[in-house]
């Protein structure tokens, strides 16, 4: 079986090493790397190093070093083509075919790299002739002095249609062609891809030329303006970033990576003193890029133009980047100003400008509900509601369950503090006791008590244990903190509409809740002795001395799961009843709600989970069982 160093080059650049090793060893972030105590010999203080960035491991101690392959087989004790199939396996990468000839493609593409380099050497030959004047014009009118573009590589392809041909005549045609250097055309001779524009070679993370890039120089040509390398042995513009070779060792100074547009963006930052940017290759960042960007920094900042075409752009990867998203790994924003790229900010303001914009990044979250709320106009009930499903279309995007949870949370509490801002309070009414007809006597509002019809209700739902238990919960724990209420109104007026029993109860909470005065948070009274639920219930919003911060998390996440109900059980119940006329697209549908379901359970079991651990902490006492997610009952 044929592994070539570009094979094995692609495994471990898809391997994030720390997270392969931390599987058995306890890993502690340091810096840009990790360490441990070295698994290779006993000690007690960590010597042992892993650096995601570098691709290997270092014990300072015993000297253990290697990559991802070599900890498969000398901590795993795996055979190394063992160890390269389980890698290759867990990264989605297919193995070499066991062929004599895989050997000698390998080679072959080897041999492409003298083919690249030599094409940059003739191209900045070029740059420095008589035809190359246009080019050295153009640099020098976007301010790039010789240093910056003797550094980049800069060069330039002649006019003439075989004037690359002729200069690397020592390589077959074949070579010229699978390098993306030349073009064939059926019936006709080969010609130079690149003609009459300003080149810039595009390198592996070693520094390796693997593509070029070329901007035109002629205004109102019919040609792109900008021409990159296809996708040959050597280069796959979706998996490359320019500059990262440059950039990475910079990010760990600087602790921060930034993703502009183009590759004359990258050189203009670098002009100015700001090292750490990289570009895609004209497409939008890839899943692969993305990887690529978390092996630097977990939080790269794209900073794309201020067009329309360049917020597409970041919206675009934005939504590529939610399946992706893992805790601590993410992407921040930069709107630059409209109609400006990163070089004409520089131009006109300076480097402090845009250093300020790239140290108060927007965060993924924002984004999405900037991009939404702005995509169209929110006049009607419709257009609130489409915003709605935009937002939650995201949200089912997300693969992390726990990520998910908190952008629905987030993202909810946005649009209804949008959509449905609180109504207008009344804090004051007139003093009963007073004289009629004395002015001026007035009294502060008492404290709000529920109508003698909704106090009825919510008795009923909290005796014994019945299935409106997350309901009678939620309501008493509004109670507690009325202070919450208009908060959730939007929330709880939806539930109330898909339960009328219910509507009652939500009605009276949210008068009660209006007539309280702002930062009032005396409890809303039901009229009786006890207003909730007993004390020894799993929710910690119920319970005296509970911290606020943790009882309004805690209630903000059982609104979200009382109102989530009764749409996943309509939704079950409406998969089960088409079985009869597709029973195909039933069963799909009714095992993607039950994951749902399941979702759903684990959440408030989570509540459960962290409410019981408290009190078995404070009272030495064994964890309960959790509870039905769906009908609010604990189970053993």
């Known amino acids: 079986m044929a592994l070539s160093p570009q094979w094995l080059d692609e495994l471990r650049a898809r391997i994030s090493l720390s997270s392969l090793i931390g599987r058995t060893v306890r890993l502690q972030k340091a810096g840009h790397e990790h360490k441990a105590c070295c698994p290779f010999h006993d ?50 990468l297919e193995m070499p075919a066991p062929d004599p000839q895989a050997m000698q493609a390998a080679e072959r593409r080897a041999g492409l790299h003298d083919v690249t380099q030599a094409a940059q050497e003739w191209f900045a030959a070029q740059l420095q002739s008589d035809a190359g004047s246009a080019a050295r014009e153009y640099l020098a009118g976007r301010g790039f002095d010789a240093h910056t573009a003797a550094r980049f590589g800069f060069g330039y392809a002649p006019a003439d249609r075989q004037a690359l041909q002729q200069a690397l005549g020592q390589f077959d045609e074949k070579e010229l062609i699978e390098a993306g250097l030349r073009v064939a055309v059926e ?77 004359m963006d990258v050189v203009a930052l670098a002009a100015a003193g700001i090292e750490d940017a990289v570009a895609p290759m004209g497409t939008a960042v890839t899943e692969q890029q993305i990887e690529l960007l978390w092996r630097q920094v977990p939080r790269p900042i ?11 752009a970041a919206m675009r990867a934005a939504t590529r980047a939610l399946p992706m998203l893992r805790p601590s790994h993410s992407l921040s924003i930069v709107t630059l100003p409209a109609g400006k790229d990163p070089d004409d900010l ?91 007809f004395q002015r001026g006597v007035f009294r502060k ?36 903190h009325p202070a919450e209420v208009m908060r959730h109104a939007d929330a709880l007026s939806r539930y109330a509409a898909s339960d009328a029993r219910i509507a009652p109860v939500v009605d009276s909470l949210l008068d009660a809740a209006e007539a309280l005065e702002p930062g009032r948070t005396s409890p809303i009274s039901d009229g009786e002795s006890q207003a909730a639920p007993p004390e020894d219930t799993r929710f910690s919003f119920l319970v005296e001395g509970t911290e606020p911060q943790v009882a ?67 009272n030495s006492e064994p964890v309960p069982a959790q509870g039905d997610a769906l009908t609010g009952q604990v189970t053993d």
């Open 43 to 92: 000690e007690k203080s960590p010597s042992f190093t892993v650096s995601d960035q570098k691709g290997f491991y270092h014990c300072f101690g015993c000297g253990a070093h290697g990559d991802a392959i070599r900890w498969m087989t000398d901590q795993r004790g795996l055979p190394f083509i063992d160890a390269v199939k389980e890698l290759a396996s867990e990264a989605g």
């Open 552 to 618: 309004r998390e805690d209630l903000a996440e059982a609104v979200s799961l009382l109102v989530e109900r009764p749409a996943l059980e309509a939704a079950l119940a409406a998969a089960t009843a088409r079985f009869e006329t597709d029973p195909e697209g039933a069963f799909a549908e009714q095992q993607r709600l039950l994951k749902r379901k399941l979702a759903f359970e684990k959440r408030l079991g989570q509540m459960a989970s962290n409410r019981a651990a408290r009190v078995a902490q404070d």
């Open 302 to 312: 794209l900073c794309f133009d201020g067009d329309a075409a360049g917020q597409r």
């Open 187 to 263: 019936g006709k001779p080969p010609y130079d891809r690149f003609r009459d524009r300003l080149m810039l070679p595009i390198q592996d993370q070693r520094g390796r030329v693997i593509g070029f890039g070329g901007r035109i120089l002629q205004s109102g040509s019919d040609a792109p303006k900008y021409l990159n390398s296809p996708d040959t042995p050597l280069f796959d513009k979706g998996r490359s970033l320019y500059n990262l070779h440059r950039a990475g060792p910079a990010s760990r100074q600087t602790g921060r990576m930034i993703v502009v547009e183009g590759y």
């Open 445 to 480: 509002a008492p404290d709000p008590v529920l109508s003698p019809e909704a106090s009825q209700r919510l008795r009923r739902m909290s005796e014994g244990g019945s299935r409106d238990g997350l309901a009678a919960a939620v309501i008493a724990g509004l109670m507690r």
């Open 346 to 436: 520089l131009k006109e303001k300076g480097r402090a400008a845009l250093e300020d914009l790239l140290a108060a990044p927007a965060s993924l979250l924002d984004m999405l509900w900037q991009h939404e709320r702005d995509a169209q106009p929110l006049h009607s009930p419709e257009d609130k509601a489409g915003l709605k499903a935009r937002l939650l279309a995201h949200v089912e995007a997300i693969g992390d369950t726990d990520i998910a949870a908190l952008y629905r949370r987030e993202l909810l509490e946005r649009f209804s503090a949008f959509a449905f801002p609180p109504r207008e309070r009344r804090p004051w009414v007139k003093n009963s006791s007073a004289a009629p």
